[in-house]
């Protein structure tokens, strides 16, 4: 077991009852579904360049049950279809909106 599975595992152990999950970067699951890899490249890294951290949220987040999610980090906007939104750069949500349904639906632009 690698150290970023026992500390996602140990984690996701120590909370329970989740009804929002906020994080600088989103589940790797949703960075695959909706970034070109080609923009790693501008930001100096390669293609096939993969964030740890995406990994680690990525397993608590499946742990805790997929709860509704807001993250930012991509430096673009991203709504996926599992209650992760990914804000854009110097985009604000404001708290009431937070209490919309899990689809998001409130957030969508």
């Given at each position: 077991?690698?150290?970023?599975s026992r500390?996602?595992?140990?984690?996701?152990?120590?909370w329970t009852d989740i009804d929002l999950m906020v994080t600088h970067v989103p589940p790797q699951s949703v960075i695959t579904a909706s970034a070109n890899p080609v923009n790693k490249l501008q930001f100096g890294v390669s293609i096939d360049w993969r964030d740890a951290n995406a990994d680690v949220v990525e397993d608590v987040w499946r742990h805790v049950g997929c709860p509704p999610l807001v993250c930012g980090h991509m430096h673009y906007a991203f709504t996926s279809t599992d209650g992760v939104r990914i804000l854009d750069i110097d985009e604000a949500c404001p708290w009431r909106r937070l209490h919309a349904p899990p689809n998001f639906t409130a957030l969508a632009h």
């Open positions: 077991m690698t150290r970023t500390l996602s595992k140990r984690t996701a152990r120590a």
